[in-house]
């Protein structure tokens, strides 16, 4: 499976972006997938997930502000985010929850104050 993650920009502090994340080569039916970010200088970090059923979570961060969905028809998954804050700003990535695919472009989400 490719991932190709798609969406960013720049965006003022209280504004909205919607992330997609396209996958390729292969279904992801069935597999529980996952939002990660990657701050500058900082480690890579769970975001939220979605299982195949919809149930989502997210990290207590952006818990109110960040919605996950998927569509399999389309074979992507899409993270609204509102409510933009400067440390929202990152490079986003999609992958499944137990990292079972290669990482593939991220998409880069800056968020200005």
């Known amino acids: 499976v490719q991932l190709q993650a798609s969406g960013g920009g720049l965006v003022q502090a209280g504004g909205s972006l919607r992330l997609s994340c396209a996958a390729s080569g292969s279904s992801f039916s069935g597999v529980v997938m996952a939002w990660y970010r990657q701050a500058p200088g900082k480690q890579r970090e769970l975001v939220g997930l979605i299982t195949s059923g919809g149930t989502t979570n997210y990290i207590n961060s952006v818990k109110g502000r960040f919605t996950i969905s998927r569509d399999g028809a389309k074979n992507t998954v899409y993270l609204q985010m509102n409510s933009l804050k400067s440390e929202d700003t990152a490079t986003y990535y999609c992958?499944?929850?137990?990292?079972?695919?290669?990482w593939g472009q991220g998409t880069l989400v800056t968020v200005s104050s």
């Open positions: 992958n499944a929850y137990d990292l079972r695919f290669d």
